[in-house]
């Protein structure tokens, strides 16, 4: 993925939390990146974070984004604050010079992510949304499936993202003040994923469950397509639900086994759809099928011959596997690196359009769980 020739990219993190562990812990496996800073609200913190991430002893801790925007040893940050501050720190980051990518959501609607991609605009910076799943190996094979057409046009899109947490009113989770909900933290992979697939719905609704404190602990998405595809989608933050992604199309299915986020397996079946209606003789309560069901002969050849052939048949498809080291974060941070190197200032995988289209998206199915 990359070198170690190459001279490092400087990276810094904004926050010190889970994902920010996580982010950096994938970022030491990169030969050619290097954590030189953090900024955190407790210094003793980020201290403590670049011990145990970066070159113990060394590196720079700031208590505010505005100190940290203003290092110009620092190439690219990494804001994995809350939800809600997203916009004020990429916007600090991006005036200060920094490049920035931006833990998912990338803001809470699109009104605030419309903001931070004008002031990446103004400063000339390089700015992405973490969106991590689009970057994983075999989300980038799904992605090359499906555009080299293995499973024809796609019908449909069901994906859920489910697992039970423990309910804790100031939690990030539930509290409304950290922008908590289902649809913003697990949701947002769920119509990113629809949204790579089959660009932007023409129909959108949704109906949502909530917590008492009034955040979306389940919600279900049906978004539609001037296609004719549908995309079902459910997230929740009680429930476990299946975690896979499938993708239905006229040639064939992909599934994307749990997690479809940061999956390990996807199968590639291929099938083809019937062509045209079904007479009203072959499957009426006349018909010849229906006479055939009655046939003792017919039921003999269709076990002896017929079903031996479709399990053969079934099994002409292939699985793809990647076991990858650490928690898969270091793939967007190796686009990062390959974009600023190459002066660009938006990757074509994860666009700023792209992340805006995903949260107006998501604004229009808030809207939509509104009572009539």
């Known amino acids: 993925m990359t070198t170690a020739d190459a001279k490092p990219i400087r990276w810094a993190v904004l926050g010190t939390g889970a994902i920010a562990r996580a982010f950096a812990a994938d970022l030491r496996l990169l030969p050619d990146a290097a ?57 600090a980051l991006l005036e200060g010079g920094r490049a920035v990518l931006c833990e998912k959501p990338f803001a809470v609607d699109a009104d605030e992510a419309r903001a931070v991609a004008a002031a990446a605009r103004r400063a000339g910076a390089f700015c992405m949304e973490a969106m991590w799943t689009r970057f994983h190996p075999l989300i980038v094979k799904v992605r090359d499936l499906v555009a080299a057409g293995r499973i024809g046009r796609i019908r449909l899109l069901v994906a859920d993202f489910g697992y039970p947490t423990s ?17 913003l933290d697990r949701g947002v992979y769920t119509v990113s994923l ?16 909530f917590a008492p404190t009034g955040v979306d602990e389940q919600e279900t998405a049906i978004l539609t397509y001037d296609s004719g595809a549908q995309a079902v989608l459910t997230s929740s933050l009680r429930s476990r639900l299946r975690n896979e992604a499938v993708i239905v199309g006229t040639e064939g299915t992909v599934r ?29 309560p006349g018909g010849w099928r229906a006479k055939l069901r009655r046939s003792p002969l017919a039921r003999r050849i269709v076990g002896d011959v017929v079903k031996p052939i479709v399990r053969t048949l079934k099994r002409d498809g292939e699985t793809f596997a990647a076991r990858v080291p650490g928690g898969g974060y ?6 990062v690196m390959r974009r600023i190197r190459a002066g660009e200032r938006e990757s074509p995988l994860m666009t700023l359009d792209d992340s805006i289209a995903v949260l107006e998206t998501l604004d229009a199915l808030r809207r939509s769980w509104a009572p009539a």
């Open 194 to 209: 629809a949204h790579m697939l089959l660009g932007r719905p023409s129909g959108i609704v949704g109906r949502a469950a």
């Open 256 to 284: 994307i086994h749990e997690p479809f986020f940061v999956p390990t397996r996807v199968t590639l079946t291929g099938h083809v759809e019937p062509v045209g209606p079904i007479p009203e003789a072959a499957g009426g």
């Open 167 to 183: 309910y804790d009113p100031a939690s990030r989770f539930f509290n409304p003040a950290l922008g908590g909900g289902t649809l």
């Open 330 to 335: 270091q793939f967007e941070a190796v686009e």
């Open 35 to 91: 954590l030189v800073a953090v900024g955190s609200r407790r210094p003793e913190r980020a201290r403590a974070f670049l011990d145990a991430f970066g070159a113990p002893g060394r590196g720079r801790v700031y208590g505010s984004t505005e100190e940290l925007a203003r290092d110009p040893d620092v190439d690219v940050v990494y804001v994995a604050t809350p939800h809600v501050r997203h916009e004020d720190d990429c916007v």
